[in-house]
Each structure stands twice: as C-alpha cells, then as structure tokens.
C-alpha cells in the first residue's frame, strides 16, 4: 500500500484554524523551511510573500535565532513567572523599554497576540476599578483585528469573524479610521462617545490595519484621536502585533506619533516568528494604579507560559538583527522596490488603491469578490501553482516579505502579481 502523504493523515483528525472543512481544499504538507521559502512533501518550492502571518521576518530556520533558542533550552528551558525570574527575560525587558517609545516603562508576558490584548483591555478597566470608577466602554476602529479570544473579538470590528458571539462581547464604540480629509469629521464622532458613554479605553492598529486589507489611515488624524482620549483620561492601547518591529519602516508605527500610546501590544515577528510569546507594556501610570497593600488591587491574569524562556531567548536573538546593518539594507530595498512596483503598476486597468508603506504593499483589485468566497480562492491557487504564497483578503492582495528575501525572490513576486492582472 502506497504511504498516504501528510495531506491525507491530517484529514482524519485535524481541525485547522480559519476553515470551511466541508469546501476547504486539503492542506498543504510542508516539510522543510529555509530563508523565505518552503519545500513542500514532493519538493516544491514556496516564496513566502506575507512572512507567515508577519512573523518569520529574519527568515524560516535562521540559524543566528535557533542557535540561541538552543544554547537557551540547555541552560534553562522552563519556570513559571509567578514568583520567579530569569535571564532572558530581565534583559528582553531592559532592551525594549529602550526601543519603545520613551514613556513604556513595564513590560508584562503573554503567550499570542489575542492574550496580549486581552490584558491591555483588562489592564484598562481594571486601572479604573481600582481608582473606584467604573468606566463600562471601549472605542476601536470600524474593521480593526485584535485576535479572537473574547476581549479582543470585542475590540475586532472585522464581523465576518464574530456572528456568532455578537450576543456576549463588550461594549464598544466604533469610530471610522481617519483620512487626511476626515479628521474633522471623526473627531466628533469620538466626541459624541465621550459625552455619552463612560469609556476606558481607546485600542487601534496604528496606521495600517492587517486583516483588514492592510488598509491605512491618516498619522495626522490618528495623532488628534489619541490626543482627545488622553485628554479625557482614556488609555490608549496600540495593537503593534503586526505593524510592530519594522514593518512600516519605523521600528515602531508609534514612533509616527506625537502621542505616545499608554499601552502596546507586542507579538508575532517579537520572537522573530518562532515561539509564541506576546507582550502588553504599558507606562508608569498603568502599572501605579495596581500597587496597593490591598492584595486584590494587583493584575490577577495569569498565563502557564508567560515570559518562557526561549522564546524570550528568541526575541533578544531578532533584536539583533533588527537594526543590523544587513537587516537595515534589506528594509530600505524593499521599501524602495515596493514604491517602484507601486508606481508601475498604478495605473493598470484592474488596479484601485495600490499603497506601501515600509515593507508593506497591498493592491485593490477591481474585481468584486468577498473575503472567502470562490474567486478568492481561485486567485490564492493562481499564486500556489506559480510557487508563491501570499493570502488575499477580501480583493486585497498584499505583500509584507520576511526582511532576508532575495533581491531575485521579491522580483519574482512582483512578476507573478502582475501575470495575475492580466489573468483574472
Ligand atoms: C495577529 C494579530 C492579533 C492576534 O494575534 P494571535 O497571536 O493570532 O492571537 C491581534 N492583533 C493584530 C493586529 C494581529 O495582526
């Protein structure tokens, strides 16, 4: 009997993330991963064209970060962070407090994104609690993504995801997310939540939002929207889980902001795309407002992983490369060649919106499509076949390149998007 492949096996137990298992086509078995490729079983080669959800961006297997995770599982592999600590984390606190923006001062650990956000919103209501205030509300973007546990489905006003669950989440406000001609507009829509709601806190992507199509907004705009919260003594909670450690040029997307978030959420390319670990680090005032002699004052949120230590071993490894000098020349290529890409395919027929911002780029099609509908799937297998991945949404299709792509790599790329303009 010929051996079934990985496909195959994973059909009889396997419940995977984000599918209709009645329509959805079989999984594809990868079997190895080097740089910004992946070899299936049969050996063929992928480009990985969105850095495996904005993760791996110094590269699948980089031996630089599997060396340090390796050198760290012998020294001390695991121990709970209640009432211990280690290595890896103090210095992965020291050095992002430096790199952050100048007011985040504490640093606390949660295994993914979702759970990061998590305990930001807790982190917020719970700062008024203790000052005897209860504040009932949340403000977020239309279409914002801040992961799928209840929390941060609350703050996602992506609803294609939530149906479902409509009946149990927080409250929140939504407001639209700023163009440079809309500011005005907006911030009177923000001023009408506050006069009418009692709200704690204000939680967004900062300038580009992921899932939502990598759409971008108005820095100006953002800037005037945090500005009014803090003067209404809102928190502002900044999801960088996916803008965070570069992708839009700065190390940071708050570093475009005069007014520095009270919170930020850290994880995916934190540890360079191999652990899951995430971070919520807020400022001084935060973390005061949980001090007491009144044990139930401090944050009770726990998660069994937190802060393990070599995925903090990672994250200190891809700060390395973060702004070394070979990271730094690749980040400059690729933004450069992404506005060159841009500007040639612009004007094309089936082109609407074509944008980029750092090592972000997404085109609008002109073609009608929903998010998970047919067409979309035909566009995503028109670009499997041709060896590259990249996952439209919705009629958006993006790149964000892991930083180590070849010069050959990104053309190929460009090359097979635009093979698809003339296909579809
Ligand atoms: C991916 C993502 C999350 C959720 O992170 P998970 O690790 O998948 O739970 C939250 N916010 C943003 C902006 C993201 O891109």
Known sequence: ??????????????????TQHKTAAAPLGIAKAAGAVFWDEEGNEYIDGIASWYTAMYGHC?????NAISAQMKQLDFVIFSGFTHEPAVQLSERLVKLLPDNQEKIFFNDN???????GIKMALQYYHNKGEKRDTL??????????????????????????FNDFLLNVKRIPTPKED???????????????HKCAAFIFEPLVQGAAG???????????LIK??????????????????????????????ENKPDIICLSKALTAGIFPLSITSCCKAVFDAFLSDEVHKGFFHAHTFSAHPLGCAAALAGLDLLESPEILERRTYIKNAHEHFVNEIKGHLKVGNARCMGIIMAIDLKIEMERYGNLRDELYRFLMDRGVILRPLGNTIYVLPPYVITNNQLHEIYDVITELLETF
């Not at 980089?62 to 599997?66: A, F, H, M």
């Not at 994104?113 to 305990?119: D, H, I, L, R, W």
């Not at 809309?182 to 009418?196: A, G, H």
């Open 214 to 224: 990598m759409k971008f907004h108005s820095v100006k705009g953002l800037d005037a």
């Open 1 to 18: 009997m010929k051996a079934q492949n990985l496909s195959e096996r994973d059909k009889k137990h396997l419940w995977h993330p984000l």
């Open 182 to 196: 809309t500011i005005e507009e907006v911030l009177v829509q923000l001023e009408s939540i506050l006069q009418n």
């Open 113 to 119: 994104g979702s759970t990061a956000v998590e305990a």
């Open 139 to 164: 403000i977020a973007f239309e279409d914002g993504f801040h992961g799928d546990t209840f929390g941060a489905m609350s703050a996602s006003g992506i609803s294609s995801y939530n149906g479902p």
């Open 62 to 66: 980089n031996e630089y970060i599997t």
């Open 228 to 257: 009014k919260c803090q003067e209404h003594n809102i928190l502002c909670i900044a999801d960088e889980i996916m803008t965070g450690f570069g992708k839009t040029g700065k190390n940071f997307a708050s570093e475009y902001l």
